[in-house]
């Protein structure tokens, strides 16, 4: 926890200081005009409420919710915001996940994207850096919400010296066993260090079963283990790769991967292969995977299930290595498109969907909130999956906040892929790795 | 005749046919020719998805973008492409002509149902198609493919990941191509073979021939103009694939699958790098432009059936 | 010419393990889809024991707005052939017909722009769909599928013009008919069954796009047949009982109209001189 204090706390004071100095050169986006305008943060709902239907603006906003969440987007949080702000309509449009990023950029381009839009936390940086987002920071009320909300899924909005959304909810990932392997493995609770899950593991492996549940060659499937074993992958400024990417620590976590795949006790899903994560770990063939808090809401969800999460599973934290207990920060944000017909209301609307109430209802279906009342009031919810996940949290990291991040993450899942495939040394692909991206950081 | 008179009879021409032509012409030039020449200008740009954004003038720096990638993407999918010629025409060929000639055996019973079974992946979906391939070929034994060929038959040591190998991954994309497309020259060829007189058979039947020679000697050299069409049509398409990539493995594993389409895809709106996408479209334009130029008007002129 | 009876058993084999390859996987996805348990890959004993039932169909024709998609897919894909048809046989028409300076020019520019990967195109075309305030609409959808495509069918088509008879228009032009009666009584309903031909390719290419009705189309009810099918594609787990009963449904149309037409497929097309190279 002290570091990632550290760690935000450097982002927060260049932040502040790199905004005070953005709003004297005014950027001439969406964002100015919204500025510009008066007030219309939550305190004046009251006012708005004399407006007559056919004045009511339609605000359009995109989501990739579930099906659940969904349900509960349109039957509480749509009503409840349209009693708030009589004068505002919201337009709800589920897209499919599939080709998302396309759309959004035809959107864009074509000055066709909608009002708002709940994205996921990576993209920020680097629509933010194409201009298509508002500046959020210079609009009144945000020092609010900024205040209410977690550091860290914060910071997943900042570029180059201001914030540009707001983290509408968070997640991470902890790691979840299946009870019946465990106990197969000799153990009772789940293990607290990575030395204890490599022994379970090693002790499943006669047994034709796998122990380590990376579940894939990406940013999101390696960041927790690698960062668990003491790797990292850019300083704390975000700005140098090289002597961290390819450090003797970094170097040493990557191989302990790779040796760990050699000896047969990662799940073949890692490289693509099958059973997938949920099978394995439902049919007790995996003993563990790291998951988000959607491992349970979907699955408890679902119709004449014979499989019981709560029942069948144990979670803990992700095991401690030589970096301590480490996840990866996920979630989405809710952003403002630059070309927004509507800046003013959208950004009402983010405010109000930042407050603790909205942040509860959404915190029903599982998600967890970013705003820290609501954060709180979680655990107090009869949410039976949920305290874990919040626990991980503290401690976990998010991917790199810059724009270049999707190009790194690139170059990232590449090297690492080489070096477990034995097709590179680790060194050699973390050396090199460090290069490219020293190269795109200037 | 003198120049005007020429000019003259020009415009006439083109006023007679223009009634015809005018709605394809300007359809043409706006959503297809434009959005090329487009391209052709956003190669040299530094290109912004903003709506107003400047798009300064960068020269070939997107060029050189392409080429010194230190993963060598361009070159790997170049390769791909002409692998993907090679892997998939010969096969598709000699499956198309070897089915219709079986099919148009005369004791053969039912052939429009044949042909229509071999036809039908032809009028599916490929976003369909694509789902059912992966589902077939999903990892473990619980992918069909794996089930039969490991499991049942231990034709394979163990069970394959087929998406996560980069010779397995391509295996699987040459295998959905070929089935998805092999019944076009099937039925291509089963309605040449309607034209080819039937006394050149009886005649190699008096001279003993049996029916391997029939098929190498008679009906392969009188097929062939019908074949130069098929294997240009063939190799038209297998430089093309996009779906075949783009579904099935999206360039994985470690964009080692890709081709160029599928790449200038993902180049472009996954990173949102426009300019050097562009610019591969470009190259590949003028490629496929080089490679075609001989036979252009020829597969111009010809009937697609 | 005699087969004897062993050639003959090795070349209905040989048809018909073809035949079981094309037809399997159809099989097995309609197999599929009467599977229930959900979110996990349906292993192929499973698959092999399932008892037919409509509870995925039901399910996936009541959820996520299917049956208005399935609609919508349907006037999109209809305008689309009717209009792509005529087009397309009216530019045949003046190809092939006329002689006009310039022709060969326009042929191989045309040609050019069908070899071309056309995926990055998405981007101009949008802006102009958008300058023409068509962002939205089925006619932004229409202009492009139809102008889109208006080349390749002019090819498809020509090759059946250019093999119509002159003789054929002289009576229309005793009776003092002009280009457009020979186009209306002699060319159309001479080339029918390559008319039938290309409507099912259209209705298939139509029918089954995304990337463009996805990129257009930005209210949900104006939505497409393909966008419902990815949106069984779930972002955590696929449900392949689901996802494949929307398929078959999605197919359904599409393999119905080519039954219907496939009688008269390309049966005329290759007379004598369509064999020639």
Redesign the interface.
């Known amino acids: 926890m002290g570091s990632m204090r550290k760690v935000f706390g450097g982002v927060m004071a260049a932040a502040l200081a790199a905004s005070l100095a953005a709003c004297g050169s005014g950027n001439g986006n969406g964002g100015g005009d919204a500025a510009a305008s008066p007030s219309a943060g939550a305190t004046d709902s009251g006012g708005s409420g004399a407006e007559t239907p056919k004045d009511r603006v339609k605000l359009?906003y995109w989501h990739?919710y579930?099906d659940q969440e969904e349900k509960v987007l349109t039957e509480k949080i749509k009503p409840a915001f349209e009693k708030a702000y009589p004068n505002i309509e919201l337009q709800l449009?589920?897209m499919?996940?599939?080709?998302l990023?396309?759309?959004v950029?035809?959107?864009?381009?074509?000055?066709?994207a909608?009002d708002l839009m709940r994205m996921d936390i990576v993209w920020v940086p680097?629509f933010a850096s194409?201009?298509?987002l508002a500046k959020l920071s210079d609009l009144e009320g945000f020092d609010e919400v900024k205040a209410n909300v977690f550091d860290g899924p914060l910071a997943t909005n900042f570029y180059d010296g201001a914030y540009y959304g707001v983290p509408v909810n968070t997640n991470t990932k902890v790691a979840i066993y299946n009870k019946k392997t465990l106990e197969e493995a000799g153990l009772t609770e789940a293990p607290k260090t990575m030395d204890e899950l490599v022994k379970a593991a090693e002790t499943l492996k006669s047994k034709g079963k796998f122990g380590l549940g990376v579940s894939g060659v990406n940013a999101w499937g390696l960041a927790p283990w690698f960062w668990s074993l003491g790797g990292k992958i850019t300083n704390d400024d975000y700005t140098k790769s090289d002597g961290f990417l390819n450090s003797p620590e970094s170097v040493k976590a990557l191989e302990t991967l790779v040796s760990w795949n050699a000896k047969g006790l990662i799940i073949?899903t890692m490289?693509?292969?099958?059973?997938?994560v949920?099978?394995g770990l439902?049919s007790g063939d995996y003993l563990m995977t790291d998951d988000g808090p959607?491992f349970y809401s979907?699955?408890m969800n679902?119709?004449?299930?014979k499989f019981d999460p709560m029942a069948e599973t144990v979670r803990g934290l992700m095991p401690a290595g030589a970096g301590g207990s480490r996840s990866v920060i996920g979630g989405e944000d809710l952003v403002v498109f630059?070309?927004s017909k509507h800046p003013k209301e959208a950004w009402t609307f983010a405010q109000w969907m930042m407050t603790e109430e909205p942040q509860k209802i959404m915190a029903e279906v599982g998600l967890i909130p970013s705003n820290k009342a609501a954060a709180e009031a979680m655990k107090q919810m009869d949410i039976p999956f949920v305290g874990e996940f919040v626990q991980q949290l503290e401690t976990a990291l998010p991917r790199t906040p810059i724009p270049q991040w999707?190009?790194m993450e690139?170059i990232f899942?590449?090297s690492f892929?080489?070096a477990i495939r034995g097709e590179k040394k680790p060194k050699e692909a973390l050396d090199?790795a460090a290069k490219?991206i020293d190269a795109l950081l200037k | 005749m003198s120049p005007k008179s020429r000019f003259a009879i020009g415009f006439r021409q083109w006023m007679a046919v223009l009634p015809y032509i005018a709605l394809g012409l300007i359809g043409t030039a706006v959503f297809v020719l434009y959005p090329m020449i487009k391209n052709i200008l956003i190669s040299f740009q530094n290109f912004s998805i903003m709506p107003n954004a400047s798009n300064d003038w960068v020269g070939f720096a997107n060029y050189a973008k392409v080429f010194q990638d230190p993963n060598g993407k361009f070159w790997i999918a170049l390769r791909n492409t002409f692998l993907n010629v090679i892997a998939t025409v010969p096969v598709n060929w000699f499956l198309a002509i070897l089915f219709a000639v079986l099919i148009n055996a005369k004791f053969v019973k039912y052939k429009i149902a044949f042909r229509t079974i071999y036809y039908l992946p032809i009028v599916t979906s490929w976003i369909i198609i694509a789902l059912l391939f992966k589902y077939l070929f999903a990892d473990g034994d619980g992918g069909f493919v794996n089930y039969i060929l490991h499991k049942q038959l231990g034709l394979l040591p163990q069970a394959i990941s087929w998406r996560s190998n980069y010779w397995s991954a391509m295996i699987m994309i040459w295998l959905f191509h070929i089935w998805k497309t092999v019944g076009w020259g099937v039925v291509i060829y089963m309605a040449a073979l309607q034209g080819v007189p039937k006394d050149l058979y009886e005649a190699a039947d008096i001279d003993g021939a049996n029916a391997g020679q029939r098929f190498w000697h008679i009906t392969i050299p009188l097929l062939k103009p019908i074949s130069i069409f098929v294997v240009i049509n063939l190799v038209n398409g297998a430089f093309g694939f996009f779906p075949q990539v783009y579904f099935i493995t999206k360039g994985g594993p470690m964009d080692q699958t890709q081709v160029i389409p599928s790449l200038i895809y993902t180049q472009a709106f996954e990173h949102l790098k426009f300019g050097p996408a562009a610019a591969m479209g470009f190259m590949m334009g003028i490629m496929v432009f080089l490679l075609t130029y001989s036979q252009m008007t020829k597969i111009g002129k010809q009937r697609m059936f | 010419m005699k087969t004897s009876l062993l050639g003959k058993i090795a070349v209905y084999a040989a048809i018909l393990l073809g035949a079981l390859l094309f037809l399997f996987p159809f099989v097995y996805m309609i197999l599929t889809t009467f599977f229930l348990g959900t979110n996990t890959l349906p292993k192929p004993d499973e698959v092999f024991h399932v008892t037919p039932n409509y509870t995925n169909y039901a399910t996936v024709w009541n959820k996520n707005h299917f049956t208005t998609y399935f609609m919508n897919s349907v006037i999109v894909t209809s305008v689309a052939m009717v209009g792509s048809l005529f087009l397309g046989a009216l530019t045949a028409y003046g190809f092939s017909r006329f002689a006009f300076p310039g022709k060969e020019f326009v042929f191989r520019i045309f040609l050019l722009t069908m070899m071309i990967p056309g995926v990055i195109n998405i981007i101009p075309q949008f802006v102009t769909i958008k300058g023409l305030g068509l962002v939205n609409t089925y006619w932004g959808l229409w202009l492009i599928y139809i102008a889109g495509g208006v080349v390749g069918n002019m090819f498809f088509l020509r090759g059946f013009f250019e093999s119509i008879p002159k003789e054929l228009e002289e009576s229309v032009l005793i009776d003092g008919g002009g280009s457009w009666r020979i186009f209306w009584n002699i060319y159309l309903p001479q080339s029918l069954p390559a008319m039938g031909t290309l409507a099912i390719f259209i209705f298939q290419g139509t029918w089954e796009e995304y990337f463009l009705a996805l990129t257009l189309i930005k209210s949900e009810a104006l939505r497409t047949l393909p966008i419902a099918i990815l949106m069984f594609n779930d972002k955590y787990a696929t449900n392949y009982g689901q996802i494949f009963a929307a398929s078959m449904i999605a197919l359904l149309p599409v393999i119905l109209i080519y039954m219907a037409f496939q009688k008269k497929f390309v049966q005329s097309g290759f007379n004598e001189g369509g064999v020639k190279g």
């Open positions: 359009e990739t579930s449009t589920r499919p996940y599939e080709g990023k396309q759309q950029i035809a959107g864009v381009a074509g000055d066709a909608p680097e194409q201009g298509a073949p490289l693509g292969g099958e059973p997938g949920w099978d439902k959607w979907i699955l679902e119709k004449d299930a630059a070309n999707g190009e690139g899942n590449l892929e080489k090199e490219q």
